[in-house]
């Protein structure tokens, strides 16, 4: 667990670091794969950057939607930096729709602008694990086995570590199939919601801090199933019209 | 042959979400099987590690003591630029709330400033919340500081709701956070 990193004066918070390299690496990666799928490579970083302005805004209107009164009290807060005045699911909300927008104005192919975006997913998955390494966030549950790590109390399931290898697992696999198999639009990013789904789903049972519902089942496993569904029902479809153009 | 592939593929996909089902079933979490709230650790779920210090003004605190109230521990320094600029949204926002159960305590980590530079910059802030001595640097370490300040949002059940490492908090932070969580007080 390595939240800070000091480096002489400057204390470096390493998840949101990681984060940005990730975004930064998997948008150089994604620069690379966009024109094999038709994509210009500056129509990739403006949807991008549409989304992640969209995103903030969205999400910092969300909280002050939430919470108006701190607001008025404090309006200089309206511009603050700190994070934790964004909310997350007003931000998502508002990055697809401003991303969608763009698309839709600058004539994006759907699905080939999805399979433009994966090599950027799947990286930023990686980037998500390492921030969870290094703040000791997605903690596992107590174990006896040799490979548990001591960490908040207890000796627990590296469950960090599980979700980068199988992060970085999916990454690789994807990078074989781009080069190798089914180029038909859509399918590299069915493949990763398929994939990612279903570790998240295996590997949310060993996870400490997973938020129940419905008298013990774990929420995230329920949306992974949902995502999992969906994707391999898009594969089906998919393979089906190719096999009927075929 | 491509229709007997794609069966095949139906049959492993449907497969696949069955498992999923079963697996979802099985690693359903047993009730009172959770940590939750029973292992102290200075990270957001569990239950904040408890501490007995002297205030500034010699008088004891224990954060066992104050169960049942909403409580910001913040740790900081007076040399510490964030600190400083975020100690007056604290006081800000500790005025506002206090009436309905909020309580600051704010742990001077001694053991890296002074108590002289200390009670200064009390002084000058005019803070009217407790400010708690850390000469041993023994409650710095129990929350495993690694940077100042370090900012522990604490339930009316000693349960931690949130960890800010860094700063400064923005005020709109600091109330919102502390609205939200006086609406567990009974």
């Known amino acids: 667990m390595l939240p800070i990193l000091q480096i002489g004066p400057l204390a470096l918070p390493v998840p949101p670091f990681s984060l940005l390299l990730a975004l930064w690496l998997g948008l150089s990666l994604a620069e690379k794969f966009a024109p094999r799928r038709g994509i210009p490579a500056d129509a990739l970083y403006n949807l991008t950057f549409t989304g992640l302005v969209a995103g903030l805004i969205g999400a910092r209107l969300g909280y002050i939607f939430q919470y108006p009164n701190a607001f008025i009290d404090s309006p200089l807060s309206l511009v603050s930096l700190n994070p934790g005045l964004l909310d997350p699911f007003a931000g998502f909300a508002a990055g697809l729709i401003g991303m969608l927008v763009y698309g839709q104005r600058a004539r994006l192919a759907f699905w080939n602008t999805l399979d433009a975006l994966t090599p950027l997913l799947a990286v930023m998955a990686v980037g998500f694990a390492v921030a969870h390494i290094a703040s000791g966030e997605a903690f596992g549950t107590e174990t006896s086995l040799p490979w548990g790590i001591d960490l908040w109390g207890a000796t627990r399931h590296p469950t960090q570590f599980y979700e980068l290898i199988a992060a970085v697992l999916t990454l690789s696999l994807l990078g074989v199939w781009s080069k190798k198999t089914d180029t038909r639009a859509g399918i590299l990013f069915l493949a990763f919601v398929a994939l990612t789904a279903s570790w998240r789903l295996f590997l949310e049972a060993f996870r400490g801090d997973s938020v129940v519902i419905l008298g013990g089942l774990r929420s995230a496993q329920i949306v992974a199933w949902l995502l999992l569904a969906a994707a391999l029902a898009g594969l089906d479809r998919m393979k089906r019209k190719g096999s009927q153009h075929g | ?186």
């Open chain 2, 1 to 186: 042959m491509k229709f007997v592939q794609q069966g095949y593929a139906r049959l492993f996909y449907g497969f696949l979400l069955i498992l999923g089902l079963g697996w979802i079933w099985f690693s359903a979490v047993p009730a009172g099987a959770t940590t939750r709230g029973k292992i102290p650790a200075p990270q957001t779920g569990f239950l904040a590690p408890n501490f007995t210090a002297k205030t500034i003004d010699g008088e004891t605190v224990s954060l066992s003591d104050l169960r049942g109230k909403v409580i910001l521990v913040n740790i900081w320094a007076s040399w510490c630029p964030p600190c400083r600029v975020e100690m007056p949204a604290i006081e800000h926002v500790y005025r506002t709330y206090k009436d309905r159960g909020f309580l600051v305590l704010a742990v001077d980590s001694t053991v890296q400033d002074t108590a002289a530079n200390a009670q200064a910059f009390v002084n000058e802030n005019q803070l009217s919340f407790p400010i708690l001595m850390d000469e041993s640097g023994e409650i710095t370490r129990l929350y495993r500081v690694q940077s100042l300040p370090s900012s522990f949002f604490i339930g009316p059940d000693g349960i931690i709701r949130e960890v800010v490492i860094g700063g400064p908090m923005a005020q709109a932070l600091l109330s919102s956070r502390v609205e939200k969580l006086l609406k567990e007080l009974p």
